[in-house]
T-cell receptor, first 112, second 116 residues
Framework: GENVEQHPSTLSVQEGDSAVIKCTYS??????FPWYKQELGKGPQLIID?????GEKKDQRIAVTLNKTAKHFSLHITETQPEDSAVYFC???????????FGAGTRLFVKA | GAVVSQHPSRVICKSGTSVKIECRSL??????MFWYRQFPKQSLMLMAT?????????EQGVEKDKFLINHASLTLSTLTVTSAHPEDSSFYIC????????????FGSGTRLTVV
């Protein structure tokens, strides 16, 4: 089955710096790659996603890049703010059904 | 945008009792809903997939008799933890998808279950 690896597990940056989180996956048939932000005690919220026919997508300070050949994708947050502090999960859609396979998560700390 | 309402947000129950968690899609019809369990500082673990009008599909290792899932309508799925024990204490989260390719999942806000 699909295996998703996410790095780093913890990331601490200074306010205003950029943060990059990377994920790799194993199933070359996967074709949907969302990123979720989860704040303490809450459910995950979709922040950006990318489909396999696109190499990059940007939404204000957030961008995602996808390399299907290498089977990895990354989340880029620029000009980080303290409210960006949360746990971020990458995910991959299992094209054999509707299952979403999650990475282990990255705890991002943005220091003011 | 799509909203999934999950209730209750927190529940404390005694060992041996059952607890029901509701997941509602408020402004769309969800043919498929998913139930996840999340332990502290860990990722989401898929427990089961429920499809409206049919039996849920459980992931390996998840006891279907303990975690009863009902998806009786296109807007409501429920998870009942039967004969709860302290080890069932966890954060339970539902998500919903519309029909089709499975894009566009929306998550509920989660339920913190504590069994004492």
């Amino acid at each position: 089955g699909e295996n998703v690896e996410q790095h780093p597990s913890t990331l601490s940056v200074q306010e205003g710096d950029s943060a990059v989180i990377k994920c790799t996956y194993s199933d070359s048939a996967s074709n949907y790659f969302p990123w979720y932000k989860q704040e303490l005690g809450k459910g995950p919220q979709l922040i950006i996603d990318i489909r396999s026919n696109v190499g990059e997508k940007k939404d204000q300070r957030i961008a995602v890049t996808l390399n299907k050949t290498a089977k990895h994708f990354s989340l880029h947050i620029t000009e980080t703010q303290p409210e960006d502090s949360a746990v971020y999960f990458c995910a991959v859609l299992n094209t054999g059904g509707f299952k979403t396979i999650f990475g282990a998560g990255t705890r991002l700390f943005v220091k003011a | 945008g799509a909203v999934v309402s999950q209730h209750p947000s927190r529940v404390i129950c005694k060992s041996g009792t059952s607890v029901k968690i509701e997941c509602r899609s408020l402004d769309f019809q969800a043919t498929t809903m998913f139930w996840y369990r999340q332990f502290p500082k860990q990722s989401l673990m898929l427990m089961a997939t429920s499809n409206e009008g049919s039996k849920a599909t459980y992931e390996q290792g998840v006891e279907k008799d303990k975690f009863l899932i009902n998806h009786a309508s296109l807007t409501l799925s429920t998870l009942t933890v039967t004969s709860a024990h302290p080890e069932d204490s966890s954060f339970y989260i539902c998500s919903a998808a519309t029909g089709g390719a499975g894009y566009g999942y929306t998550f509920g806000s989660g339920t913190r279950l504590t069994v004492v």
